[in-house]
Structure formats: structure tokens, C-alpha cells
């Protein structure tokens, strides 16, 4: 399982994709890249945590397997938040602001009861988080890095086959 962690991991924090996914923003004043950037990859990192739930929900292995993900990436988290605490000269806590952001995510899904799929949620919800809650760029940007991090988590966990108890 220690394998099948990093991973995971790996690919929540990876950013190859989200340039690629950032490159389709269209240039202009209303957007802050900066921004959006940064809200790319903690969308990225829940989406990718929330897939590992969602896709091993009737397996024994969630629990250990969710558990370890995020305890990896609260490891992270932190030599990240020592590293922008130093160059900004303010004190970050970025696994606070995951979940901070994952809070939000639940609240929003949770408001529609629902009645919508997750993707068409979070996408609007993106936008929002970036200031930019009526930009349809925005939009199918949050929609992209969620469908994408979801489906490459339950790509992966087909492929190796999770059982209870098992992998392959």
C-alpha cells in the first residue's frame, strides 16, 4: 500500500497537467493567474483524496489507503508551508487551507443535496474560490482539473485492482 500512497500522491501534487490545463485560460485583466494557479492545485490535491474515497468505498483498504494519503500529504503540506513561510515572512499553514477548501467543496455538493453531479458543482465552485465565480473559463478549468484527477485515481485503482485485503 506504501506504493500505491506515493503514487497517489505523486499525482496530486504533479503539475505537469495543470500547465497544460492553465495554458487553455485565455489572457486577460478580469483573471489572476496567480491565483488560479494556486487554487488549481489544492482543488487537484482534494479531488484526488476524494477519488481514493469514492473509488475504494466497498473495499477494507479505504480507510488505510485515505488515511496514509493524507497524512503524506499533510507531510507535504508542511515542508511547503516552512517554504513560503520563509520567503514570505508570514506564517502558512497550507494543510489548513486544504482543508479549508475541502470544507467549501463539501458545502457546496452538500447545498444541492444531491442533485447534480459533483463535477458540475465544483467547477462554479473553482471559479468562485478564484474571484472569478461568473468567468466560464474559470469554470471548465475547475471542471477539467476535478474530472481529471478523478478519473486518474480511478484509473489507477482499476488497474491494480484493490480488493479487500489485497492488490495486484
Same mark, same amino acid.
Given at each position: 500500500?506504501?506504493?500505491?500512497?506515493?503514487?497517489?500522491?505523486? #499525482?496530486?501534487?504533479?503539475?505537469?497537467?495543470?500547465?497544460?490545463?492553465?495554458?487553455?485560460?485565455?489572457?486577460?485583466?478580469?483573471?489572476?493567474?496567480?491565483?488560479?494557479?494556486?487554487?488549481?492545485?489544492?482543488?487537484?490535491?482534494?479531488?484526488?483524496?476524494?477519488?481514493?474515497?469514492?473509488?475504494?468505498?466497498?473495499?477494507?483498504?479505504?480507510?488505510?489507503?485515505?488515511?496514509?494519503?493524507?497524512?503524506?500529504?499533510?507531510?507535504?503540506?508542511?515542508?511547503?508551508?516552512?517554504?513560503? $513561510?520563509?520567503?514570505?515572512?508570514?506564517?502558512?499553514?497550507? #494543510?489548513?487551507?486544504?482543508?479549508?477548501?475541502?470544507?467549501?467543496?463539501?458545502?457546496?455538493?452538500?447545498?444541492?443535496?444531491?442533485?447534480?453531479?459533483?463535477?458540475?458543482?465544483?467547477?462554479?465552485?473553482?471559479?468562485?474560490?478564484?474571484?472569478?465565480?461568473?468567468?466560464?473559463?474559470?469554470?471548465?478549468?475547475?471542471?477539467?482539473?476535478? $474530472? $481529471?484527477?478523478?478519473?486518474?485515481?480511478?484509473?489507477?485503482?482499476?488497474?491494480?485492482?484493490?480488493?479487500?485485503?489485497?492488490?495486484?
Amino acid at each position: 500500500m506504501d506504493d500505491v500512497k506515493e503514487r497517489l500522491v505523486n #499525482f496530486a501534487i504533479a503539475r505537469d497537467d495543470l500547465k497544460e490545463f492553465l495554458g487553455l485560460l485565455p489572457d486577460g485583466k478580469e483573471l489572476n493567474p496567480v491565483a488560479i494557479e494556486y487554487e488549481a492545485q489544492i482543488l487537484k490535491i482534494i479531488s484526488v483524496g476524494w477519488g481514493i474515497s469514492f473509488f475504494l468505498s466497498g473495499s477494507s483498504r479505504k480507510n488505510e489507503l485515505t488515511e496514509s494519503f493524507w497524512n503524506a500529504i499533510n507531510e507535504f503540506s508542511v515542508n511547503l508551508s516552512l517554504t513560503a $513561510s520563509s520567503v514570505t515572512g508570514k506564517e502558512i499553514d497550507y #494543510f489548513s487551507i486544504l482543508k479549508e477548501r475541502l470544507d467549501q467543496y463539501v458545502a457546496a455538493l452538500s447545498a444541492s443535496k444531491g442533485a447534480a453531479e459533483p463535477v458540475s458543482l465544483i467547477g462554479p465552485e473553482f471559479a468562485k474560490i478564484c474571484g472569478n465565480k461568473d468567468n466560464v473559463h474559470v469554470i471548465m478549468l475547475g471542471n477539467r482539473i476535478f $474530472s $481529471s484527477a478523478v478519473g486518474g485515481v480511478k484509473e489507477y485503482i482499476l488497474s491494480i485492482k484493490i480488493q479487500n485485503g489485497k492488490n495486484g
